[in-house]
Every structure is written in structure tokens, then in C-alpha cells.
């Protein structure tokens, strides 16, 4: 072979192997290398895109590389239209969130729409509650979510409460949180952990993995801005505060391995932020590549 031909037969090589790589780079997010989890997205992340452009918007999820989905709400459509929606690009609903207000004095609906929907899991994101999240309001959802978890398992769905912050608040030598475990029932009862809210409250979410194990049944994925408050109780901080997986405080190389070895079996990238378009793609790239 002749130095031209070499060189040429090189540079083609150099072209396939380049082609090569971009598609593996591009890799769909639901089960991108690296990533040991099954991997969604939370559609709350394009709310405001939502309220606009329904079906454009789920165009958008799809593009991402996203394969499931978890909901909150439906955005003025029917549960099944939603769900035809959904069906029509290949997304799949896994789970959603409810008000607490449906799991107390309508689970025959959340039943209903659920089933419609295909969900394997229903949950509440956030207890009513006034000033400071109390021991009264904490019994109080306890038994909501007790009543809500066994209707829902009689239908094959499980039953989750999202950690919001503000249930770390201290209570004898622990906290209100951890009353809320001991007052759930394990089989009718899991949980979800946003690691933003676990952080937020002042707790650390491997400890939280390695004490109550497997009752995490799911995970909400995002990072946290450097500077950020925290200890505040409170379940709210300025939405601005999302960053991008990788660039925040965050610890997930510490993170993901407690997760997976107390079993949870979803995950789900949230980004409250007005740049979410923008830092879905960076949180998935990084989630292609940490190590764990």
C-alpha cells in the first residue's frame, strides 16, 4: 500500500471512528453508560413549557433521550389523553405525583387515573401544613398515607411521600422525619428521596440510604448551587439553586453507590430551574460518565 493510500484509508478510519463516537454519546438517556440505574425525568422540570405547548414539549422529553417519564399532572388534558400523548413517542409513565388533598379525600380517583395512566407508583410531594411542619401534622399524614398505600397496593401501584425539607425537624433525639418512617407502614408505605431536599434540610442522604434501606423506592436527582442556605426547614429555596448535575455541592460519587446498595429501583432528574432546557443535557452527559 502506497503512503497515499495509507493516509487515506487512515483518514476514513479516523471519520468512522469520530461517527462512532457521537453516537455513543448520544446513547439514550434512559440507560446511558455508566449509569447503573433505570433513569427518568420529572415532568415538573418543563413546567412552564408545558403550560404552552403540550405536545411540542413532550416532543422535547423525547429528544432529550428520555424513555420514562414521572408526572405532575397533566397539563389541562384528560389522564388519557395524556397517556396516548405519551404513547405516541415512546414515553413511559412510571410514577406521578398527587396532591395530598386527592390521597385524603379522593384515592378512588388518584386509583382511577392511575391505572389509566399505566403508573407503577403514586405520590405525595409536599403535607399541608402551617408555620413550622409539626408532630401533629406529621401523625396526621401518616395515617392519610397508611389508608392511601394499602387502597393503592389492593390495585398493584405503591405508594410514595417525596422528602421536602422541611420534616427534619428535630423530635425527641431524632426527627420528624424518622417518625413519619416509624408510623408508615413498610408494605404499604415507601419513599421517594429528592437529594436536593435531603441536603437542604441539614441531612445526609447516604446515612438516610444506609438506615431505612430498601423503603426508597425512588430518586429525585439534582444539584445543588454553591452557597446555597441550608438547615432552613422551611422546603423552599429560590429555584435558581438547581444546577446542573456536576456543578453544584453535591457529593453523588458518595451518593449513587448508597442508593443502589439500599435498592432503589428509579431515578428521576429533576431541575426546578429556569434554565432546565439547558442543564437536562449537562445533567444526563454527566450521568453518562460519574463513577460509581
Not at 71 to 89: H, I, N, V
Not at 142 to 160: M, Q, S, Y
Request: aromatic share 12%; proline share 5%; net charge neutral.
Amino acid at each position: 500500500m502506497s503512503t497515499t493510500q495509507f493516509t487515506g484509508v487512515a483518514a476514513s478510519l479516523c471519520l468512522m471512528l469520530s461517527a462512532f463516537a457521537c453516537v455513543a454519546d448520544a446513547a439514550p438517556a434512559h440507560n446511558p453508560s455508566g449509569f447503573k440505574g433505570k433513569l427518568g425525568l420529572q415532568l415538573y422540570s418543563l413546567r412552564e413549557q408545558f403550560a404552552k405547548d403540550v405536545p411540542g414539549t413532550l416532543d422535547e422529553v423525547r429528544d432529550f433521550g428520555f424513555k420514562y417519564v414521572e408526572l405532575a399532572g397533566t397539563y389541562g388534558l384528560s389522564p388519557a389523553k395524556f397517556k396516548s400523548e405519551l404513547d405516541s413517542r415512546g414515553l413511559v409513565p412510571v410514577s406521578a405525583h398527587y396532591p395530598y388533598e386527592r390521597f385524603r379525600d379522593d384515592i378512588d380517583g388518584i386509583v382511577r387515573d392511575s391505572k389509566t395512566l399505566g403508573l407503577k407508583y403514586a405520590g405525595c410531594a409536599w403535607i399541608p401544613h402551617q408555620g413550622k411542619f409539626t408532630e401533629k401534622d406529621c401523625r396526621a399524614a401518616a395515617k392519610v398515607f397508611n389508608n392511601a398505600g394499602e387502597v393503592l397496593a389492593r390495585h398493584g401501584i405503591t405508594f410514595f411521600y417525596h422528602t421536602h425539607g422541611y420534616e427534619f425537624q428535630p423530635y425527641e433525639s431524632q426527627t420528624l422525619f424518622d417518625l413519619l418512617l416509624t408510623e408508615t407502614k413498610p408494605d404499604a408505605v415507601s419513599y421517594e428521596m429528592d437529594i436536593f431536599w435531603v441536603v437542604h434540610g441539614g441531612q445526609n442522604p447516604v446515612s438516610l440510604f444506609q438506615k431505612y434501606g430498601d423503603r426508597f423506592k425512588l430518586v429525585h436527582l439534582k444539584d445543588m448551587r454553591p452557597g446555597t442556605p441550608t438547615r432552613l426547614l422551611t422546603g423552599s429555596s429560590d429555584v435558581r439553586n438547581d444546577v446542573a448535575m456536576g456543578q453544584g455541592t453535591i457529593d453523588y460519587h458518595r451518593i449513587l453507590p448508597a442508593a443502589q446498595k439500599a435498592g432503589v429501583k428509579w431515578y428521576f432528574i429533576e431541575d426546578e430551574s429556569p434554565s432546565s432546557e439547558t442543564q437536562i443535557p449537562q445533567s444526563i452527559r454527566y450521568l453518562k460518565h460519574v463513577k460509581w
